[in-house]
T-cell receptor, first 112, second 112 residues
């Protein structure tokens, strides 16, 4: 039972263009959402988060959008840079247990 | 501030053996969570400790156990290792339960 799904295992984007990574969830008890970036041989690094009471949060080149009615989350990276090439995980927090549930990740490749 | 540290970084064990992994959280962080990452499965939650007490538990067999010490350092133990336990084990710390988690580099366990 995958409560957090990242349906695209991989994504390739040209440098300078927009990267859009998507995440769907099923549990309406999730109240906080995060995106992490992971390079090989390193642990995931926290990127950006959004509370369920908001629909958008921006931090520099990174913007996260939340559509609660569709139970959909997306991360926009503009402009994309080769250094953004990594695996991106979305995670959702259960408001009852405070447990984080992670998606399976999307591998982003930004082509120079 | 030093990040989350995990030891050892790499480990090779034989089926049937047991293993103990260690995690030192960021100074001041009292919550430590453990995750298993395998290809295609994302990060699977094992358990979370806060103030030496297990707060949350994932869906793993009893062979997987953990503990937390008074200085917030945590250990994870896996007994009677199986080939399927080969994975990257990640530790994450946060100030308290439910806050953003910061990950260590992981311990790569290979069971032969």
């Amino acid at each position: 039972d995958q409560q957090v799904k990242q349906n695209s295992p991989s994504l390739s984007v040209q440098e300078g263009r927009i990267s859009i990574l998507n995440c769907d969830y099923t549990n309406s008890m999730f109240d906080y959402f995060l995106w992490y970036k992971k390079y090989p041989a390193e642990g995931p690094t926290f990127l950006i988060s959004i509370s369920s009471i908001k629909d958008k949060n921006e931090d520099g080149r990174f913007t996260v959008f939340l559509n609660k009615s569709a139970k959909h989350l997306s991360l926009h990276i503009v402009p994309s840079q080769p250094g953004d090439s990594a695996v991106y995980f979305c995670a959702a927090r259960d408001s009852g247990t405070y447990k984080y549930i992670f998606g399976t990740g999307t591998r982003l490749k930004v082509l120079a | 501030k030093a990040g989350v540290t995990q030891t050892p970084r790499y480990l090779i064990k034989t089926r049937g053996q047991q293993v103990t992994l260690s995690c030192s959280p960021i100074s001041g962080h009292r919550s430590v969570s453990w995750y298993q990452q395998t290809p295609g499965q994302g990060l699977q939650f094992l358990f979370e400790y806060f103030s030496e007490t297990q707060r949350n538990k994932g869906n793993f067999p009893g062979r997987f156990s953990g503990r937390q010490f008074s200085n917030s350092r945590s250990e994870m133990n896996v007994s009677t290792l199986e080939l399927g336990d080969s994975a990257l084990y990640l530790c994450a710390s946060s100030l308290v339960t439910g806050y953003e988690q910061y990950f260590g580099p992981g311990t790569r366990l290979t069971v032969t």
